[in-house]
């Protein structure tokens, strides 16, 4: 599972943001608040919100 984080690039973030009917965007998994603070967020922090958006199926690229 670290190798998996040291792969991970810096955010999760695909351009495809979208949280017009939700407080989750559609592009990344991230609450409105995620995305806000993410710059702010310690590693540990950063590390569980991509274990959790992971495990939900994002990030969803469109390839």
Do not use: H
């Amino acid at each position: 599972m670290l190798e998996e984080k040291k792969e991970r690039p810096d955010t999760p973030c695909v351009a495809v943001c979208s949280t017009t009917f939700d407080e989750i965007c559609r592009g990344c998994g991230r609450t409105v608040l995620e995305v806000a603070d993410w710059v702010f967020m310690s590693q540990e922090e950063k590390d569980k919100v991509w274990d959790r958006i992971l495990a939900q199926g994002y990030p969803r690229r469109n390839t």
